[in-house]
């Protein structure tokens, strides 16, 4: 059973730095795509970033672009999300994802991602 565990999240200010850790157990996940999306309130769930777990090629959303950093470390199974300049508009709660792709296309919605973590809640303060 894959398990995917958010967490790193929390109150920062404008400016701060936070770095989110996503910890997946319950299979190997050569082939995988390992996304983070993030849903405000009142607003649907957007994708953010995602990397290949195999090779470790990564693809953002622009607006995140220069400011946040997708990796992974697989010998703890883990992939992370590091958030700098951090924006009030950056306030959500964020989620980790998984999808089986053994292509070279990525894909932004969250309806390609089979598993999903509980979500991390990040707020920054203006």
């Known amino acids: 059973q894959v398990q995917l565990v958010e967490s790193g999240g929390g109150l920062v200010q404008a400016g701060d730095s936070l770095r989110l850790s996503c910890a997946a157990s319950g299979r190997t996940f050569s082939g995988y795509d390992m996304g983070w999306f993030r849903q405000a309130p009142g607003k649907e769930r957007e994708f953010v970033a995602a990397?290949?777990?195999?090779?470790?090629?990564?693809y953002y959303v622009d607006f995140v672009k220069g400011r946040f950093t997708i990796s992974r470390d697989k010998p703890k199974n883990t992939v992370y999300l590091q958030m700098n300049s951090l924006e009030s508009a950056d306030t959500a709660v964020y989620y980790c994802a998984a999808r089986l792709n053994y292509g070279s296309t990525w894909s932004s919605s969250s309806y390609a991602y089979t598993y999903w973590g509980q979500g991390t809640q990040v707020t920054v303060s203006s």
């Open positions: 990397i290949k777990w195999t090779g470790g090629s990564t």
